[in-house]
């Protein structure tokens, strides 16, 4: 039997043509992208938080160093070897307690070596680089009320011992290391001899009273420290930092051979940032030979690096960012987030998708991605991690990045995608489009992004701001905002322009006036509208009405249960059916693409997706701020007064029963009768909206920030009770052979069914097969259908 010293510790699995780092050597890889991190990053950073920079030097380095060095010393665990080796999986075994938390336990532990690290650090300093270290895969928690499973120790279907080689030459050598990253040479390393324990001892001395132990003590400690803003502070980034380098230490020695390319690379693609010249370009090829909006300019002119802009459609809101972006993004990476991936795509498209001077990419939750360009990691880590750890060093590396508001503001949430772009984060400047669509939670991450990183330049554009957020925003902004002006309006000229007709009507009433418009047959019918449902359920069922009714019209359907290459497909479709013809100089006309009635019914989708202009609005009632972002994509273009109409029917039940859903109904409805047949602008909406009441309480709560000893990702909105699945039959291969890449196009969100079951998963998607089939209504001759549905029981 060979010995300890003897036995060969690895920290991937194996990858052809690839050779893979043994424990130390990624322990190694990884403290040296922290070393050029804290490089490239420490006055950025400093900046950003607005602290001296000598402050952040003093509190962070050593403990990033330290923590890089032992992030994964206890992969040197035999169940951990044996799980590379394949063996857990041949006898469907699993990790009885993953190793970073074993790492932690051994660090904070007299019996191992907690003695050695108190010599090391003062107390709190040990115990947040074993959280750190705990948590920088982000999943260590205590267990919840009702969890048939302690999440951080295992005990079902595991092997019966594990052994710690805590005496292993690799162990002692990193122990070695931290010591002189510490300046603490000097101190004897801990002569521990391999720790083996029986998984299911229940006695003191056993592995889960020991755990038991580390969590009981953890909490202590935290309950004393947690009202201590600098210290939670400093955790938070200390993780973000860790699990950013603990990133390109996987990534970097599979593409380029010495670390001097790895610091190169790094401090070049860290490096790039934004000039003046860049930003007027895009924005110069979008405004032609017309002179920009006064409102505009005057965004373009603010002093106060937090802008806040409240505009109506067709204001030429994104222009005006990128001018905004020529003063505060230069020598900085602009993130222009948007709430969907369907507005993040159009962004990118219609504005950095053409522009080769700028190194740009566009990053949300369905992008492509390659997993095998530079990563691949053996370790029990989700297939959608790895793709999302990719995707970060993509960031990482460019000027302008068009993404969801996720890829930014779920980083208060320990979201994985921000956490690992953290390098990317800490030098760029903002705009926050589409607002007005924000949750109550994602709004409130709003205000913490604000607060914790008060250097960081951001531009905030709604349709409209409820005057309890506004309020919000003031007080984290404070002297960063304007405070003789709470926000740039619009366009007076444009915002006063008569675009709407509002008219309270029936269902009934709703189909006569659509029959009306697209049954004249005079030959030159190209009347577009608009029909949007509140559920899909009722989306369904109006598509097949009007298909029934109006068969010489152009009939489409459009909601969010689709495959998302379908959805991408289908909503292409939809924009280019309510199109206008260029002219010579690619100016818009005032004739339609194409000369035939056409009426798109759709979902709340329709709010931020459909860059598009309807002759004619149907909607079922909804919350006030919808209401209005509906009515934005109605006579869009509008250069003069010419109201067009837009019939309301009511609505109630769900998805609009909870918080302030129900007062902001009314509150539509009120302002529809009040406007009844009265020609309106968007002035006139923008009052009902200031007027708005509101009962809601933001959200307190960051995972990041508040967490503490705790690291685990929380969702960034408000929960939908949604799921995202892929068919069983739309497997290109079997699910446990299949990537991200291969499924990401299949996936469908549905709303969740009780008693579905998560065991299988394909390119880490539940696979809906089985008692839990969904079906899929799909003409691929039309590239049209009615998308999924449960399977209904026999």
């Known amino acids: 039997m060979r010995s300890s010293t003897q036995i060969e510790l690895w920290s991937k699995g194996r990858r052809k043509g690839v050779d893979r780092p043994s424990v130390l050597d990624h322990c190694n890889d990884v403290c040296q992208v922290a070393h050029v991190l804290w490089e490239v990053l420490n006055q950025p950073l400093a900046d950003a938080l607005k602290v ?27 169940a951990f070897q044996d799980m590379l080796a ?26 191992f070596w907690g003695q050695w690290f108190a010599e090391m650090l003062d107390e709190q300093q040990r115990w947040v680089v074993a959280w750190a270290v705990a948590g920088h895969h982000l999943q260590l928690r205590r267990r919840r009320d009702g969890e048939s499973q302690d999440p951080v120790f295992r005990t079902s279907n595991v092997p019966g011992k594990i052994t710690a080689y805590l005496g292993h030459e690799q162990v002692i050598e990193i122990l070695k290391s931290v010591g002189k990253l510490l300046g603490r040479g000097q101190v004897e390393i801990p002569k521990c001899e391999n720790a083996t324990f029986d998984v299911l001892d229940k006695t003191d001395e056993g592995l889960e009273r020991t755990i038991l132990c580390f969590v009981r003590q953890s909490d202590r400690m935290w309950r004393r420290w947690q009202r201590d ?10 993780k973000a930092l860790l699990i950013a380098a603990d990133v390109a230490g996987s990534a970097l020695p599979t593409k380029l051979s010495t670390k001097d390319e790895w610091k190169q690379w790094l401090t070049t693609e860290l490096g790039r940032t934004l000039n003046a010249p860049q930003l007027k370009q895009v924005y110069q090829e979008n405004l032609g030979d017309r002179a920009p909006h006064d409102f505009q300019v005057k965004v373009a002119s603010s002093k106060y690096p937090v802008t806040v802009v409240t505009a109506g459609c067709g204001n030429g809101k994104t222009t005006a960012a990128y001018m905004w972006a020529e003063r505060w993004a230069k020598g900085r990476k602009l ?45 029990d880590v989700p297939p959608i991690e790895r793709a999302q750890r990719l995707e970060s060093l993509k960031a990482w590396g460019q000027e302008a990045i068009a993404c969801t508001v996720d890829t930014v503001l779920g980083l208060i949430q320990n979201q994985r995608r921000p ?5 990317a984060i800490a030098r760029g400047a903002f705009v926050f489009d589409e607002v007005h669509s924000y949750d109550k939670r994602m709004f409130a991450e709003l205000l913490r992004f604000l607060k914790t990183f008060p250097g960081l330049p951001a531009l905030i554009m709604s349709a409209s701001i409820p005057q309890n957020r506004l309020q919000a925003l003031k007080a984290v902004a404070g002297d960063r905002m304007n405070p003789n002006e709470d926000t740039i309006r619009g366009e007076l000229k444009l915002e006063q322009i008569k675009r709407y007709r509002l008219h309270e009507r029936s269902q009934a009433e709703c189909w006569s006036e659509v029959d009306g418009r697209l049954s004249a047959n005079n030959g030159r019918n190209s009347q577009k509208i608009l029909w949007v449902c509140n559920t899909v359920g009722s989306a369904v069922d109006t598509y097949r009405a009007a298909k029934e009714r109006f068969p010489e019209a152009k009939v489409l359907l459009y909601h969010s249960r689709y495959r998302y290459k379908d959805r991408v497909g289908l909503q292409e479709q939809v924009i280019d059916e309510f199109e206008y013809e260029k002219d010579a100089n690619g100016k818009r006309t005032t004739v339609r693409k194409h000369q035939r009635p056409a009426i798109a019914i759709t979902t709340q989708v329709c709010e931020m997706s459909l860059d598009i202009s309807a002759d004619m609005l149907v909607t079922a009632c909804c919350p006030l701020p919808s209401l209005v972002q509906r009515l934005g994509r109605l006579n869009r273009y509008a250069t003069k007064d010419d109201p067009w109409p837009a019939l309301v029917y009511e609505f109630s039940g769900r998805p609009y029963r909870e918080g302030d859903a129900p007062l902001h109904l009314e509150a539509a409805m009120k302002m529809v009768r009040e406007l009844h047949d009265q020609p309106c602008d968007q002035l006139m909406l923008a009052k009902y909206i200031d007027e708005l009441q509101s009962n809601e309480t933001l959200p307190e709560y960051s995972a990041w920030l508040d967490g503490g000893w705790q690291s685990e990702p929380l969702p960034a909105r408000e929960g939908d009770n949604s799921i995202t ?70």
């Open 419 to 423: 956490l690992f772009a953290i390098p």
């Open 52 to 78: 001296p920079v000598d402050l952040l030097q003093s509190r962070l380095r050593p403990l990033l160093f330290a923590s890089a060095m032992l992030h994964d010393v206890m992969k040197a665990n035999s």
């Open 335 to 379: 993130f222009f987030t948007y709430p969907t991936t369907g507005t993040a795509s159009a962004g990118f498209k219609d504005y950095l998708l053409l522009q080769p001077h700028v190194r740009r990419t566009l990053i949300h939750g369905r992008d492509e991605v390659d997993l095998d360009a530079m990563l691949e990691t053996a370790e």
């Open 229 to 238: 803003e600098e210290l939670k502070r400093d955790l938070a980034v200390l």
């Open 86 to 111: 394949g063996k857990l999986r041949k006898q469907r075994f699993q990790q009885p307690v993953r190793h970073e938390v074993l790492a932690a336990l051994f660090l904070t532990d007299d019996r």
């Open 725 to 794: 699945i892929v068919r069983a039959e739309d497997l290109p291969k079997p699910a446990r052979q299949c990537k991200s890449r291969d499924v990401t196009e299949l996936s469908i969100p549905m709303l969740f069914k009780h008693g579905f079951s998560w065991n299988e998963r394909a390119g880490g998607y539940p696979v809906a097969s089985g008692d839990h089939k969904v079906d899929y209504q799909w003409d691929e001759n039309t590239n049209s259908g009615e998308g999924a549905s449960w399977r209904k029981a026999n």
